[in-house]
């Protein structure tokens, strides 16, 4: 499955990456998704929320794929 990339600047955690692509709406729905390890780094399950992202990270959710890319 292609992945969907999606530009940041600095530091990005994982909360807030999910709101930034579209994956949630909401801190709480990206909370509660991470810790039910529905959302996974790399093809691995992450349940921090405060996980920082680096360049050309993967996250998954519901089928999707979204590939970090840090801008600078």
């Given at each position: 499955m292609a992945a969907t990339d999606v530009e940041v600047t600095g530091v990005v955690r994982l909360g807030q990456f999910l709101k930034l692509c579209g994956a949630v709406d909401s801190g709480g729905e990206a909370r509660e998704l991470i810790a039910d390890g529905d959302v996974?780094?790399?093809?691995?399950?992450?349940?921090?929320?405060?996980?920082?992202?680096?360049?050309?990270?993967?996250?998954?959710?519901?089928?999707?794929?979204?590939?970090?890319?840090?801008?600078?």
């Open positions: 996974l780094v790399n093809g691995e399950p992450e349940d921090r929320r405060g996980r920082q992202l680096s360049d050309g990270d993967e996250v998954e959710l519901r089928g999707r794929v979204w590939r970090v890319l840090v801008e600078g």
